[in-house]
Nanobody
Framework: VQLQASGGGLVQAGGSLRLSCADP????????LAWFRQTPGKERDFVAG????????VYADSVKGRFTISRDNAKNTVYLEMNSLKPEDTAVYYC??????????????????WGQGTQVTVSS
């Protein structure tokens, strides 16, 4: 079971990046996919999530209005479009598969499967 994350990089503050999380084996046709991020010495925090079924989305307050999560069912891929990036967005970003995006937002559940991390660095 593999989730393939990609798209990180170095960008200046105010810039944009798009992360991708692919599920090539269509393992997670139900439930939800979410993005989390982690900085050294800190916990992995929820960023955004999307339910496969209805496509509903949820966001952490810190990224609302700047980040957009979306899905491409045909490609079994979830994207995280990140705009107006700030230095505090610098982190390793992970995608994870779970049962409910809202439950992951509220901390009531965690992903059962994780992709590899992708580094996002925002310079000031």
């Amino acid at each position: 079971v593999q989730l393939q994350a990609s798209g990180g990089g170095l960008v200046q503050a105010g810039g944009s990046l798009r992360l991708s999380c692919a599920d090539p084996e269509r393992t997670f046709s139900r439930g939800a996919l979410a993005w989390f991020r982690q900085t050294p010495g800190k916990e992995r925090d929820f960023v955004a999530g999307i339910n496969w079924g209805g496509g509903s989305t949820v966001y952490a307050d810190s990224v609302k209005g700047r980040f957009t999560i979306s899905r491409d069912n045909a490609k079994n891929t979830v994207y995280l479009e990140m705009n107006s990036l700030k230095p505090e967005d610098t982190a390793v970003y992970y995608c994870g598969a779970g049962t409910s995006a809202r439950a992951m937002l509220l901390g009531r559940s965690r992903p059962n499967y994780w992709g590899q991390g992708t580094q996002v660095t925002v310079s000031s």
